[in-house]
């Protein structure tokens, strides 16, 4: 069965770094498109990035473009979220997800990030 694994969120300064990973399996990962989605305490979710089947198209929010990476390496069956230029408004869980229709598909467990001084 699809599973989604991610890891690497934790608590970090306002301006530090993050790299969140998503070990896939149970599907052809390297034919589909992934995505990263974002649900802040007390709030909906928001989606936060996607990358197609090949890394050529990368598409982000308007809140992290600039400061975030998406990335995939089909080899490993893992898909990247490389966060730069953290703040506080960055908390959240984010979970990693192939969403092949609207937000109907499969999802990871999520994994805290935590932006605080």
């Known amino acids: 069965q699809v599973q989604l694994v991610e890891s690497g969120g934790g608590l970090v300064q306002p301006g530090g770094s993050l790299r969140l990973s998503c070990a896939a399996s149970?599907?052809?990962?390297?034919?589909?498109?992934m995505t990263w989605v974002r649900q802040a305490p007390g709030k909906g979710l928001e989606w936060v990035s996607a990358?197609?089947?090949?890394?050529?198209?990368?598409k982000y929010a308007d809140s992290v473009n600039g400061r975030f990476t998406i990335s995939r390496d089909n080899a490993k069956n893992t898909l990247y979220l490389q966060m730069n230029s953290l703040k506080p408004e960055d908390t959240a869980v984010y979970y990693c997800?192939?969403?092949?229709?609207?937000?109907?598909?499969?999802w990871g467990q999520g994994t805290q990030v935590t932006v605080s001084s």
């Open positions: 149970g599907f052809t990962f390297s034919t589909y498109a």
């Open positions: 997800a192939m969403l092949p229709a609207g937000w109907d598909g499969y």
């Open positions: 990358i197609n089947s090949a890394s050529i198209i990368t």
